[in-house]
């Protein structure tokens, strides 16, 4: 079942400062399998505010690759958004729930228990 994964700021700093393997690991294999990834851009706004400068160059590595989509928070998607948020104030969260319905994909994120509040039917890969 690795089709592909939206990436949550957890993955990515996961991804950039090597925390565990898991998240290196389910992006590669994501990749190898013809599958894809999709980028929120506030997740990734969010890891470039928090990362240390020696690790940015390998989060750039990989949203330049091959089968990685940045998904732009488009002026279109800010009511779609803003209703699925429903006065909660984490713009991020909203952008990769957003993501992760229209991709169809599991959320690689270890803050699963959130965002399932804002729509229980995401499915949510967590990073131990």
């Known amino acids: 079942m690795i089709p592909g994964r939206v990436l949550d700021v957890s993955a990515l700093v996961d991804i950039a400062v ?3 393997r898991y998240s290196r690991h389910v992006v590669a294999m994501c990749l190898y399998r013809g599958g894809g990834l ?3 851009s506030t997740a990734l706004a969010a890891v470039y505010s928090i990362a240390p400068l020696d690790t940015q160059a390998e989060l750039f590595d990989l949203i330049m690759g091959p089968g990685v989509t940045i998904d732009d928070l488009t002026a279109g998607k800010a009511p ?3 209703e699925l948020l429903d006065g909660a104030n984490d713009v991020v969260a909203g952008h990769v729930v957003w993501c992760a319905r229209n991709t169809h994909w599991p959320i690689l994120t270890d803050r ?5 509040l804002l729509d229980p039917r995401i499915m949510i890969d967590p990073i131990p």
């Open 38 to 40: 999709c980028v929120p």
């Open 80 to 82: 779609d958004i803003g």
């Open 18 to 20: 090597a925390k565990t």
């Open 112 to 116: 699963g228990d959130q965002l399932t």
